[in-house]
């Protein structure tokens, strides 16, 4: 009923540049919400920013200022543009969406590998 595929990962050095990208097979504006998402070794899965059809963003603490979640409606794609990459930021980066409002995230990507080094 609809796959999330991301791209756009790879290394850099630390205060580089990344733009994921996460297609979606069906259109987007299906979805209630798009989130991004990452895991970094040793550490739990945590949210990294949220967009919703209704235009409202968030993004966590740590990523907050240096990160920005976009859609592009007419590709069903959405972007994580990300700047001034620290070894923090380290991880497996994943697209979701969550189709039905108060439900937890039903579609997810398989995931692309960001790391940063020092």
């Known amino acids: 009923q609809g796959q999330l595929a991301e791209s756009g990962g790879g290394s850099v050095q630390a205060g580089g540049s990344l733009r994921l990208s996460c297609a979606a097979s069906g259109n987007i504006r299906s979805f209630n919400t798009m989130a991004w998402h990452r895991q970094g070794p040793g550490k739990e899965r945590e949210l990294v920013a949220w967009f919703s059809i209704g235009g409202m963003t968030y993004y966590a603490d740590s990523v907050r200022g240096r990160f920005t979640m976009s859609m592009d409606y007419g590709r069903n794609a959405v972007y994580l543009q990300m700047y001034s990459l620290k070894p923090e930021d380290t991880g497996m980066y994943y697209c979701?969406?969550?189709?039905?409002?108060?439900?937890?995230?039903?579609?997810w990507g398989q995931g692309t590998q960001v790391t940063v080094s020092s």
């Open positions: 979701a969406a969550q189709t039905y409002p108060g439900h937890s995230y039903d579609r």
